[in-house]
Antibody, heavy 120, light 110 residues
Framework: VQLVESGGGLVKPGGSLRLSCVVS????????MNWVRQAPGKGLEWVSSISSSSSYIYYADSVKGRFTISRDNAKNSLYLQMNTLRADDAAVYYCASLTIPPAVGGMDVWGQGTTVTVSS | QSALTQPASVSGSPGQSITISCTGT?????????VSWYQQHPGKAPKLMIYDVINRPSGVSNRFSGSKSGNTASLTISGLQAEDEADYYCSSYTNSRSVVFGGGTKLTVL
């Protein structure tokens, strides 16, 4: 099982970035996916979730209206479009999923993270 | 959704047992058996240690156990080892269909 994030980098406040997460080793189209972030020296913060068929999408209040989660099951890929970025969006962004049946709570597979820096 | 409440730090000596608490509300911990616990070493991705309150993923040592009573979930580590020194986070599904994490607990093995 492998989740590989990419797309992080340095962006100015107000700018945009698109993160990607390519998955291998499990049936991507069968599982809900999440983005979780961690600001430098801080704890984990859930950002967004998307159901296996994209029917259900949820966001943390802190990113609602600015971030958009999406997925392409044909490409085994998860995305996070981040607009109107602020300094407090700076973090390591992880994609993660729960693949243990029939578990309901937790994320057992994680990527290595991609770093987003927001600075002028 | 407010973060779950965890102690900032706990410590114990090798061989001892420690317990980390995670306090929530009726909107998360109380009404959902979806509490999970993560171990995170510096510079690494989180690792799932407990899911659905009490279950261990394959490969996780049975020294790690989870429980819940009312609005408080707990992670107990028995037979403490040096490699257990890490940050630990709890998490829960919520009634707003979101996920909430605790603030994290730094475990020091003395």
């Amino acid at each position: 099982v492998q989740l590989v994030e990419s797309g992080g980098g340095l962006v100015k406040p107000g700018g945009s970035l698109r993160l990607s997460c390519v998955v291998s080793g499990f049936t991507f189209s069968s599982y809900n996916m999440n983005w979780v972030r961690q600001a430098p020296g801080k704890g984990l913060e859930w950002v967004s979730s998307i159901s296996s068929s994209s029917s259900y999408i949820y966001y943390a209040d802190s990113v609602k209206g600015r971030f958009t989660i999406s997925r392409d099951n044909a490409k085994n890929s998860l995305y996070l479009q981040m607009n109107t970025l602020r300094a407090d969006d700076a973090a390591v962004y992880y994609c993660a999923s729960l693949t243990i049946p029939p578990a309901v709570g937790g994320m057992d597979v994680w990527g290595q993270g991609t770093t987003v820096t927001v600075s002028s | 959704q407010s973060a779950l409440t965890q102690p900032a730090s706990v410590s114990g000596s090798p061989g001892q047992s420690i317990t980390i608490s995670c306090t929530g509300t009726s909107g998360d911990v109380v009404n959902y058996n979806s509490v999970s616990w993560y171990q995170q070493h510096p510079g690494k991705a989180p690792k799932l240690m407990i899911y659905d309150v009490i279950n261990r993923p394959s490969g996780v040592s049975n020294r790690f156990s989870g429980s819940k009573s009312g609005n408080t979930a707990s992670l107990t580590i028995s037979g403490l080892q040096a490699e257990d020194e890490a940050d630990y986070y709890c998490s829960s599904y919520t009634n707003s269909r979101s996920v909430v994490f605790g603030g994290g607990t730094k475990l020091t093995v003395l």
